[in-house]
């Protein structure tokens, strides 16, 4: 930044910040303890204030301040629209908000974040895929045994086909759905948002990790040319299901760029900011690995035609990226 644009910005924010203060003291105390709490006349400072910070918000993002400052008035002034108007909303009114415009906007927000998320998985899909093509004893060094249920790399065609187009019951597929809400991947996605906060690193490795998992087992199939029945087999909740993770992924990277680079703010406050736009993907995420349950528990055992399997995943994975790009898109792009 230029010492020209450093002084602006020095300026806009003495003349400022204090309004911004007095609105986050006032916005803390309500939540804490309740809007109801607080004396009337500190009650109708807050529209003011709100006023205030939204008129700072449009002049910072005019003029192009840095990130830091927009994204601690962004924060600010969604905390204080919750605590002016949150209120007023039924629990049906608030789901609404969330899925037509909190979730997808914090989506939008991090989306380089996921970016990167998503290129470690990969990553770590097409590592394992080719560690194991080459050396099939690597499997075991990401999958046991009991995990693989047998699909390893000493099972033969037939035992590797049955597991992927065997047709299943109605009870049989239930039962699936049930495992499938506490499997490894739920817990993945959950540990990728929560070790954000130790600088993102362990987020990379466990991306990494998760990839080369998938990839050991992808390379299992491709070994007995069942590649195509496989990813069929896959897609058909995994477009979800890895999204999701990929999310979650980015959410941590999201919380560990707060704790990296908190610009101004102390890196507390930048975690704290950064965690509630974070949280909003996260909560959005743990809906779309419910989606996922059912396409996985129901769909995927009891579809059997391959090409259907597809479809139904390329038509996720089409809904949820243009839910993403397109949900609660103002005109200014917001």
Same mark, same amino acid.
């Given at each position: ?43 109708? !400072? ?5 006023? #205030?910070?939204?008129?700072? $918000?449009?002049? %910072?993002?005019?003029? =192009?301040?840095? *990130? ?42 991090? !989306? ?5 998320? #998503?290129?470690?998985?990969? $990553?770590?899909? %097409?590592?394992?895929? =080719?560690?194991? *093509? ?56 959950m540990l990728c948002f929560a070790l954000g906060a130790i600088f993102g690193i362990p987020v990379v490795l466990l991306l990494l990790f998760n990839g080369m998992l998938l ?45 990296i680079s908190p610009g101004r703010r102390s890196r507390l406050a930048a975690l704290a900011d950064r965690g509630r736009t974070a949280a909003v993907v996260v909560m959005g995420a743990v809906v779309m690995l419910f989606v996922a349950a059912i396409l996985e528990g129901l769909g995927r055992q009891l579809i059997q035609e391959t090409w259907l399997r ?25």
């Amino acid at each position: 930044m230029a010492s020209g644009d450093l002084i602006k910005s020095y300026r806009f924010r003495a003349e400022r910040e204090q309004n911004w203060r007095d609105l986050e003291g006032l916005i803390e105390r309500a939540e804490k303890r309740g809007l109801r709490s607080l004396p009337p006349e500190e009650i109708l !400072r807050i529209p003011t204030l709100y006023r #205030a910070c939204m008129s700072s $918000l449009s002049v %910072a993002r005019s003029i =192009s301040l840095d *990130a830091n400052l927009l994204d601690y008035l962004e924060g600010l002034a969604t905390r204080a629209y919750f605590t002016i108007y949150g209120v007023r909303a039924g629990l049906g009114g608030m789901l609404g908000k969330f899925f037509a415009l909190d979730f997808p906007a914090a989506v939008r927000k991090t !989306r380089l974040h996921s970016s990167a998320s #998503a290129f470690l998985l990969f $990553l770590g899909i %097409a590592a394992g895929w =080719s560690i194991t *093509a080459s050396n099939p004893d690597w499997f075991y060094a990401f999958i046991s045994a009991d995990m693989a249920g047998g699909r390893t790399p000493e099972a033969t065609r037939a035992e590797l086909e049955a597991t992927i187009f065997e047709a299943v019951s109605w009870h049989d597929a239930l039962i699936t759905f049930a495992a499938f809400l506490f499997s490894n991947n739920a817990g993945v996605a959950m540990l990728c948002f929560a070790l954000g906060a130790i600088f993102g690193i362990p987020v990379v490795l466990l991306l990494l990790f998760n990839g080369m998992l998938l990839g050991a087992m992808c390379a299992v199939f491709a070994g007995q040319d069942l590649t195509v029945g496989f990813l069929g087999w896959l897609s058909i909740h995994g477009t979800t299901e890895l999204l999701a993770i990929i999310l979650c992924g980015g959410a941590g990277f999201y919380l560990g760029g707060g704790i990296i680079s908190p610009g101004r703010r102390s890196r507390l406050a930048a975690l704290a900011d950064r965690g509630r736009t974070a949280a909003v993907v996260v909560m959005g995420a743990v809906v779309m690995l419910f989606v996922a349950a059912i396409l996985e528990g129901l769909g995927r055992q009891l579809i059997q035609e391959t090409w259907l399997r597809f479809a139904i995943g390329g038509v996720m994975l089409t809904f949820w990226l243009t839910y993403f790009a397109r949900s609660g898109v103002d005109r200014g792009g917001n």
